[in-house]
């Protein structure tokens, strides 16, 4: 059975790319009889807002969606993570590291040939180096820290990895993609006061909830990399992926939830219709199928 899921998070409402993600998702469940499910990724505690979350079950239902209940949210699964994080951290896997922001920028100033991942220069892996004495230590001075991944330790135990891309990356990519382990450097998988990442809580609750299709924005293709690895590591299964093209402004930038005029909210204010939406997405009228009703 195909398992897909919409996963927002409530921090402003949803616009087109929205739409596009969560027909998508809904469209490939509802075509194979599947599942189609949403959860709500709330760990970014100050902008969580509930009238946000009301806002997304509006808007989708506007859409003409619906999905199966309980809604997961990841809010209520603390203890998950915090249970995959003593996993990783009992592989000595994970290392704390004290930097700031303006110091990691800085440490990759002095670098001056840092390497270059998805979302700009790698992290150098100042606090790798620490002694276990010393980041005890800082620990019980409670110096605010981040838990970060080893990624060289991460590849050794893994090995060869891939995932199949049944959508279209940004570059074409299509098949079976080889994972590089390497791609974000020593990514951040959890801060002190939070015991996650949106890597680490996406890769544990899409193997709770049996999710079997990944499918988002091509703007997240790179994610899947990072992503395996952890499912690898954990043992977790590793599902499928479809990428889909990104919905962009005039100017070509990716919408923003910054963007009123593009939220769902604000064109069904204007008497637009759902119909127009999926038209306007380049998507054919959605049919209801008794997969649909059962959702």
């Known amino acids: 059975m195909i398992v897909t899921r919409f996963a927002p998070s409530p921090t402003g409402y949803l616009h087109l790319g929205h739409a596009l ?17 949403l959860r709500i990724e709330d760990i970014d505690r100050a902008r969580s807002k509930s009238q946000f979350e009301a806002a997304i079950r509006e808007d989708l239902a506007w859409l003409g969606l619906s999905w ?3 809604v997961m949210r990841q809010s ?98 299509r098949g079976r993609i080889a994972v590089n382990p390497l791609l974000f450097g020593d990514v951040v998988i959890a801060r002190k006061e939070m015991p996650t990442s949106y890597h680490l809580a996406v890769a544990v609750d899409d193997a709770c909830q049996g999710v079997t299709l990944v499918t988002r924005g091509n703007d997240l293709f790179a994610a899947a990399h990072v992503q395996r ?17 990104l919905v962009c402004d005039e100017r070509g930038r990716k919408l923003s939830k910054r963007d009123r005029s593009a939220s769902l909210r604000s064109l069904r204010e204007q008497g637009v219709a759902p119909e127009t939406i999926r038209s306007q997405l380049g998507l054919e009228r959605i049919s209801e199928t008794p997969a649909m009703r059962r959702f």
């Open 76 to 173: 209520d699964r603390l203890p998950a993570y915090r249970a995959a994080l003593k996993e990783l951290d009992d592989m000595r896997l994970l290392y704390p590291c004290f930097c700031t922001r303006r110091e990691v920028a800085a440490e990759i100033a002095r670098a001056g040939t840092a390497p270059q991942g998805p979302e700009g220069p790698l992290y150098v892996g100042t606090c790798r180096a620490l002694s276990d004495e010393e980041r005890r230590r800082r620990i019980a001075e409670e110096i605010p820290y981040a838990l970060r991944l080893d990624s060289h330790a991460a590849q050794t135990r893994v090995g060869e990895l891939s995932f199949h891309e049944s959508g279209l990356g940004p570059r074409g990519e």
């Open 21 to 37: 993600a969560a027909l998508t998702a809904f469209e490939l469940a509802a075509k194979a009889d599947g599942r189609f499910l």
């Open 229 to 245: 690895v952890i499912q690898a590591l954990l043992g977790l299964p590793a599902p499928d992926y479809a990428h889909h093209r």
């Open 68 to 70: 199966v209940e309980p």
